[in-house]
């Protein structure tokens, strides 16, 4: 988000050298209709960039094949799904392996907007991820960035159903 929000200020000053602030302010005042929509169009473009900069993620690959997952990400801001999982009541565990090469990230399971299991990852990691399912249905393991305004790179995790 810190990024984007540079270049919103980047593209106001480059506007701002272009046509002036008087320009601006002049044109609001008499040609109300043409310059209004022009500021409304700039107002939604800011508003779909800010709100389209919570979850950024480039370079992934994600491989599916018998059961296994495979999911690698060159680098993510907010989160990113894994794989849904669909299970029965009690207890599950998925084997799994993540790696992160910067950054710390949490590997969840989610069910609707609750999480019910995490874990935390700043280097390697194996393990099971257990966590009791208290309905049957599906569930979405999902991986993000620990703290919400800072990126990982170089993540790679892999699952075993």
């Known amino acids: 988000m810190k990024g984007y929000t540079s270049y919103i200020f980047r593209i106001t000053y480059i506007l701002q050298l272009i046509f ?5 302010i002049e044109h609001v ?6 310059s209004m ?4 169009s700039l107002l939604i473009l800011t508003l779909v960039v800010l709100l389209s900069a919570c979850n950024v993620a480039t370079k992934i690959t994600k491989v599916q094949n018998n059961g ?3 999911l690698k990400i060159g680098s993510l801001q907010g989160s990113h799904e894994v794989q849904t999982i669909k299970v029965e009541n009690g207890n ?4 799994y392996e993540a ?4 950054g710390t990230i ?3 399971v989610i069910k609707g907007d609750q999480v019910i299991h995490e874990e935390e990852i700043t280097s390697e990691k194996e393990g099971l991820l257990s966590f009791e399912a208290p309905k049957p249905g599906s569930y979405e393991l999902s991986v993000s960035v620990k703290g919400e305004k800072e990126k990982a790179k170089g993540i790679r995790i892999h699952t075993k159903l």
């Open 20 to 24: 002036g602030k008087s320009f601006i």
């Open 29 to 34: 005042h008499t040609q109300k209709g043409d």
């Open 37 to 40: 929509k022009l500021l409304r």
């Open 68 to 70: 296994e997952t495979t």
């Open 92 to 95: 599950v565990e998925i084997p």
């Open 99 to 102: 790696s992160v090469e910067e």
């Open 106 to 108: 949490l590997l969840q």
